[in-house]
């Protein structure tokens, strides 16, 4: 028999995928009434097997954590890109003399279709994590998903509502939640030492990302199935930066630096301020250092929340790496006796003293900086949703503490791309009198496509 070229090849698995692709969302628009599949209930050795869906470079560092975790093993890997599938199938697998999973494919319905996959890991772009989500939990799985955990406030409250109603274990992956040094900061702020919390900042200066080039649109790689990377974003041309890890820079698949880093930063505001959202968001910022290159979300940027007792502040730049407090990145709790800085490397405090016309006198003790003790946080926050997945708890950065946490990144997105203040109906989740800002809290899917929240 005649050898098939490579090229012929492709050609026939991508028809043969699109074909596949039709028959499973047939069947995706039925299951809307078809009774879901129901999670199997795991003991304490049995072992758990979980399918990674977008194997770029966090899917790939979620699952070498996995990995790593006792009775874990992967069972499927899903990209629609073929090279990275099989970037991770080699350096995952192979490079470590292991067996690559049994399933590779494009299509993550075909991973939701597997009944002994326990849990899907979702690694794909932030438009793409809402979907994936939900129909795992329909399918009666599990679900580490990144952050931040969806594109949209809509999405994440959909998220929320069906992984409560299949009752999954959902965890997005922010994994300071797991870290022992975030935790004390955290206790440390709760525990009113610091006195009354009048402001909070959180930041992110990343000096290693500067400007984006335009480039011009060109075919999709051939190892590429272009229509599904797009799946519910609006239909456009292929172009090289709004795709792998630059997808965050366009608003169509992202919300550029003040959801990527903001959905780490404000968790960590929210969590030791105990709240929910805020009352109202004005932001101000723009392309002031990359002006004529092709991001389109704004490389400086600055937020301002409105909270019953505080306010709340984000920075963001790209292209400029020192800070407040000449980091990065952090977090900062402005209080009568003292402030709190956070950040990966560790946390402290610096006292306030008391008037000046007065003998000095510190108002806190003073914490010198605590080192963070480990750098394997994230192993910690994997370690956590896999013990999550064996007792049914809620993981550490449960659903709705994503979503919450992600309501205020939202709002200041939304602030910014109209111009305006906008205000927040935090108990019914609902933009108060603007009902321009108000469309920015769903988005529409492109067909077929749907958002279901049920
Ligand atoms: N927790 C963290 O610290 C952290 C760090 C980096 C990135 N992230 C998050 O991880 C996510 C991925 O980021 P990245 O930098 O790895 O991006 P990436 O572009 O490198 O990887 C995304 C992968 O998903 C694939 N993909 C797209 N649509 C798909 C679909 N429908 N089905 C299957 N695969 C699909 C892409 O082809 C790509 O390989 C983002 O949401 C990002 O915010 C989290």
Not at 113 to 135: E, Y
Not at 282 to 296: C, I, L, Q, R, T
């Amino acid at each position: 028999m005649k050898r098939k070229s490579r090229r012929q090849f492709l050609k026939e698995s991508v028809t043969a995928g699109a074909a596949a692709g039709s028959t499973l969302l047939a069947r995706e628009n039925l299951m809307a009434s078809a009774a879901p599949a129901p999670g199997k209930s795991l003991g304490a050795n049995d072992r758990i097997r979980v399918g990674l869906i977008g194997c770029g470079g966090m899917g790939r560092g979620d699952l070498r954590d996995f990995l790593q975790v006792k009775n874990v093993e992967c069972a499927a890997l899903c990209d629609v890109d073929d090279q990275q599938s099989a970037m991770a199938s080699k350096v995952l697998f192979e490079d470590q003399g292991l067996q690559k999973p049994a399933l590779v494919t494009r299509d993550f319905r075909r991973v939701l279709d597997q009944r002994d996959i326990d849990a899907v890991i979702v690694g794909t772009p932030d438009h793409w994590h809402a979907l994936p989500t939900i129909m795992a939990c329909r399918a009666g799985k599990d679900v580490y998903v990144e952050k931040p955990l969806a594109l949209t406030i809509a999405e994440g409250r959909a998220m929320v509502g069906v992984a409560r109603k299949y009752n999954r274990v959902v965890q997005m992956g922010t994994q300071q939640r797991s870290a022992p040094h975030y935790t004390e900061a955290v206790e440390y702020v709760k525990s009113g030492q610091l006195g009354k919390i009048r402001l909070v900042r959180a930041w992110a200066y990343l000096d290693w990302k500067g400007e984006l080039p335009p480039v011009p649109d060109s075919d999709p790689p051939p190892t590429v199935d272009y229509d599904m990377w797009l799946g519910p974003a609006p239909k456009r041309p292929y172009n090289k930066n709004r795709f792998h890890f630059t997808f965050r820079w366009f608003w169509d698949y992202s919300g550029g630096l003040m959801t990527d880093w903001g959905a780490h930063m404000i968790d960590i505001a929210n969590w030791a301020m105990g709240v929910k959202a805020p009352s109202s968001a004005v932001s101000v910022g723009g392309k002031y250092g990359y002006p004529n290159d092709a991001m389109e979300t704004p490389d400086t940027q600055q937020v301002i929340w409105a909270f019953p007792e505080f306010t709340m502040i984000w920075e963001h730049m790209l292209g400029a790496g020192r800070g407040p407090e000449a980091r990065e990145h952090g977090v900062l709790f402005h209080a009568n006796n003292g402030v709190l800085v956070v950040d990966r490397g560790g946390w402290e405090v610096y006292p306030e003293t008391d008037r000046i016309d007065k003998p000095r006198q510190y108002k806190a003790a003073g914490v010198p900086r605590r080192t963070a003790v480990t750098q394997t946080y994230h192993l910690t926050h994997v370690q956590n949703f896999v013990d999550c997945m064996r007792s049914r708890k809620r993981p550490n950065s449960d659903v709705e503490i994503g979503h919450n946490s992600m309501i205020a990144c939202h709002l200041g997105n939304i602030a910014q791309r109209l111009g305006r203040q906008i205000k927040w109906d935090v108990e019914n989740e609902k933009i108060i009198g603007d009902p321009e800002a108000q469309k920015f809290v769903s988005k529409e899917y492109r067909a077929p496509w749907k958002l279901t929240t049920t």
